[in-house]
């Protein structure tokens, strides 16, 4: 994909991740649309970013997630991506982790990001991308975070399953596989308290990393051998 004139929703923009690659996704002359839950962080966003248009969600509201698609699109006179950057963690031994705390994993980590890509999928042509961060969490399943791992462990098989089906269509499906990061999102867990955690990346590489795998079609970003992330066609 082309970055310049790119015309791409990013649902999460308000988080330390989003912010940052929506900032950076207007600097190379795309057109973002972003969506997030509080108005007055996506204000702020948006006049960072030529007062790209944006509108409010919530996660729980899965109609609401899929009608943020159609909004963009109009906005925008079209779509050629969706980048989803939701996420929400929580901690402790998995018969600590109420039936309440669990069903709101799932809903942010996994059907969200679900119910935004669902929507946009038919609206998205040729060398277009849909995208969601997932974590390392998904392939290591540590203990302690059990819920949280099983809902961003849904999430990667469902972008693999439909990068398969978006092939022949030519829309690349690109699941953001990211290490621990630098944005304080562990501290903001739904329950318990994170374990001792190494250094975490630096937002802007991850953004670096993002940018180079959508414009190269890639369908992985994920951490690397030689350098904290590389990209993976």
């Known amino acids: 994909m082309d970055m310049c004139g790119a015309r791409i929703l990013v649902p999460g923009a308000t988080g ?3 912010a940052a690659l929506v900032t950076r996704l207007h600097a190379l002359g795309a057109r973002p649309a972003l969506a997030g839950r509080s108005p007055d962080a996506l204000a702020r966003v948006s006049a960072l970013c ?3 248009p944006a509108r409010t969600f919530d996660a729980w509201d899965l109609d609401r997630c899929a009608l943020t698609v159609h909004w963009a699109e109009t906005e925008l006179g079209g779509l050629d991506g969706v980048v989803v950057c939701l996420g929400v963690a929580a901690f402790g031994p998995a018969p600590e982790i109420s039936d309440a705390v669990a069903e709101h994993l799932i809903a942010v980590n996994a059907l969200a990001p679900m119910a935004f890509l669902r929507a946009a999928a038919p609206r998205i042509g ?8 997932t974590g390392v969490v998904a392939e290591v399943a540590p203990a302690g975070m059990a819920d949280y791992a099983a809902a961003k462990a849904a999430l990667a098989t469902w972008l693999t399953a439909v990068r398969r089906e978006q092939r022949r269509r030519g829309v690349s499906v690109l699941e953001i596989n990211l290490p621990h990061m630098d944005t304080g999102f562990a501290q903001r867990a739904v329950h318990g308290q994170a374990p001792r955690l190494p250094q975490g990346l630096p937002v802007e590489d991850a953004v670096d990393a993002v940018v180079a795998a959508l414009s190269d079609g ?4 994920r951490p690397g051998t030689v350098a904290p992330l590389e990209v993976v066609r």
């Open 16 to 18: 330390r991740l989003g």
């Open 50 to 52: 030529g007062g790209a």
């Open 126 to 133: 040729e060398g277009g991308v849909l995208a969601a961060v």
């Open 218 to 221: 890639a369908r992985l970003v």
